[in-house]
T-cell receptor, first 113, second 113 residues
Framework: EDQVTQSPEALRLQEGESSSLNCSYT??????LFWYRQDPGKGPEFLFT???AGEEKEKERLKATLTKKESFLHITAPKPEDSATYLC??????????????FGTGTRLLVSP | DTEVTQTPKHLVMGMTNKKSLKCEQH?????MYWYKQKAKKPPELMFV???????INESVPSRFSPECPNSSLLNLHLHALQPEDSALYLC????????????FGPGTRLTVL
């Protein structure tokens, strides 16, 4: 069964304390891995798309990387405004020939000043 | 205009009511999506429209009926819902047809009494 697991479930950091969020997946036929940020009561905001192992993308304090089994979202010197839930989603080909999008359960990040 | 709008923001309905959720985007995106999100859970894909045609129905009960009147509008018609259908309903759109770089609306918070 295709699975997407994010860890940790929750993470509390001090401002400036760098860390990484993990998204591990067990799917066949990976077509893409997406990272989103979601603030409470709002829709997710697109951050990155990664397609193949070894690929990296950066945006401000965030850097996403991809291996054959997992993706990391590195947060460098976070600020309180980085507090949000970070979701990863995996697009994979099913045996049926159709694509399926599976979201992980997210990591709730809280950055304290 | 780079946003997806959804109306209403909040909706309370009884199990015998008929109501509709509306989603609009003016970015010329070719794909539009409906998601359901329960509290502290990731979004679950419900429907995908590509070029105004329904391309994906993730085994959603018939009490949810999507409609795409034109390339900018997406509706979700609700009838005879159950209390467990209470959730945040998110609409999203993307330029490509492969779930990439989805722009999400703020959602409609639905409560079924």
């Amino acid at each position: 069964e295709d699975q997407v697991t994010q860890s940790p479930e929750a993470l509390r950091l001090q401002e400036g304390e760098s860390s990484s969020l993990n998204c591990s997946y067990t799917v066949s036929g990976l077509r893409g891995l997406f990272w989103y940020r979601q603030d409470p009561g709002k829709g997710p905001e697109f951050l990155f798309t990664l397609y193949s192992a070894g690929e990296e993308k950066e945006k401000e304090r965030l850097k996403a990387t991809l291996t054959k089994k997992e993706s990391f979202l590195h947060i460098t010197a976070p600020k309180p405004e980085d507090s949000a839930t970070y979701l990863c989603a995996v697009l994979a080909f099913m045996n049926t020939g159709f694509q399926k999008l599976v979201f992980g359960t997210g990591t709730r990040l809280l950055v304290s000043p | 205009d780079t946003e997806v709008t959804q109306t209403p923001k909040h909706l309370v309905m009884g199990m015998t009511n008929k109501k509709s959720l509306k989603c609009e985007q003016h970015m010329g995106h070719r794909a539009m999506y409906w998601y359901k999100q329960k509290a502290k859970k990731p979004p679950e894909l419900m429907f995908v429209y590509s070029y105004e045609k329904l391309s994906i129905n993730e085994s959603v009960p018939s009490r949810f009926s999507p409609e795409c009147p034109n390339s900018s509008l997406l509706n979700l018609h609700l009838h005879a819902l159950q209390p467990e259908d209470s959730a945040l309903y998110l609409c999203a759109s993307s330029q490509g047809l492969n779930y990439n770089e989805q722009f999400f609306g703020p959602g409609t918070r639905l409560t079924v009494l």
